[in-house]
């Protein structure tokens, strides 16, 4: 165990973003010299650090190349000790009903090598192109697309004259197969990759018009081992929480979804500065993710099989409130102590 007093409340942040992202706020990784990358690098070991987050996931879209430039980097500079858990994701979009456009994330553990990481990554196919998900791939599309839905994706023609304009179209546009990610997780190890669905935040899955598609909102809700949930009331849904709000379709809901699974929320983080700095609701609350389990991977596997008793989200669990305000640490007090690791 990371912590020899057992399972504590930590702040967790599943949802980073690094300069791999084509959205980030500065400058992006493919345009950095060797020096530049090893600065950026040792900024977001230092953003890391500073935080008082526990365990941190990078999920960069359509890539996992800023996880491995920061675990190549640390490789190289043993001298910088990352102290927190950062474990590897990818943000992608999906093929859904109709014509939604669906991100979806996928969490892998820590312990996979990077040929294991560059594997799943490779199995993903993506729509239109046919091919194995890669800047290449991404960069086809344009050559698949005719010139009306070029324009209505806002392709110029000098847009189409440059490689990075070609692959910022296959990034905005690209879709995976749903049939290709199911295969990428079964081919990793038992239990070391998780699917992540964005419910009620950017491209989440509640935009998608239910009674028209149920079979196929049946099949991602089953299939998800997380969501990314802001509101409350939905957290406590999805953990299996019933109350007189969700009552009336309460059992329905369940059943859609399989079990109780964890509703996480994240930072959405597309710079250094803002890693851990969670949205607030209408109120102004935090939609802070806690979690009652190790800083590792095989945390998250207990997250996954106890969602209600691992997971809350907001500003602090009601059961860290009497340790919050109590004035000793609570190494020190026997009743402090029991609250915080119950």
């Not at 960069?60 to 994701?89: A, C, I, M, N, Q």
């Not at 907001?314 to 009743?335: F, Q, T």
Request: charged share 30%; hydrophobic share 40%.
């Amino acid at each position: 165990m990371n912590d020899l007093r057992g399972s504590l409340w930590r702040k967790w942040d599943l949802h980073i973003h690094s300069p791999a992202s084509y959205h980030w706020k500065g400058q992006q990784l493919w345009q950095m010299t060797a020096t530049e990358k090893e600065t950026a690098f040792r900024a977001m070991v230092a953003a890391i650090n500073d935080s008082d987050i526990a365990a941190f996931a990078v999920m960069d879209y359509w890539t996992f190349d800023g996880y491995l430039g920061l675990r190549k980097f640390l490789k190289d500079h043993p001298e910088v000790k990352l102290e927190r858990s950062v474990f590897p994701g990818i943000e992608l979009r999906c093929e859904a009903p109709g014509n939604f456009r669906l991100n979806i994330h996928a969490l892998l553990s820590d312990t996979l090598s990077d040929q294991q990481i560059a594997d799943f990554k490779n199995a993903l196919i993506l729509r239109l192109v046919d091919r194995p998900l890669s800047d290449e791939a991404l960069s086809d599309f344009p050559n698949k697309l005719a010139a009306d839905k070029l324009k209505l994706i806002g392709a110029t023609p000098e847009t189409l004259k440059t490689a990075e304009g070609r692959l910022r179209i296959g990034q905005e546009t690209g879709l995976i197969t749903l049939e290709s990610l199911r295969n990428a997780l079964k081919a990793l190890p038992e239990d070391h990759g998780f699917l992540v669905l964005p419910f009620d935040t950017y491209g989440g899955f509640e935009e998608i018009e239910w009674e028209k598609h149920p079979v196929s909102t049946t099949v991602f809700m089953t299939e998800a081992d997380l969501f990314e949930v802001r509101r409350s009331d939905l957290c406590d849904l999805f953990r299996g929480k019933k109350t007189d709000a969700n009552a009336r379709f309460f059992d329905n809901f369940i059943k859609t979804i399989g079990r109780p699974k964890p509703a996480v929320s994240g930072s959405d983080a597309h710079k250094f500065a803002d890693f851990g700095k969670y949205p607030s609701d209408k109120s102004g609350h935090p939609r802070i993710t806690w979690v009652k389990a190790d800083p590792t991977f095989k945390g998250i596997k207990q997250l996954v099989n106890e969602p209600a008793a691992r997971s809350f989200t907001g500003e602090i669990p009601h059961k860290l409130i009497a340790v919050r305000d109590h004035r000793r640490r609570p190494e020190s007090c026997g009743n402090c102590r029991s609250l915080w690791l119950s």
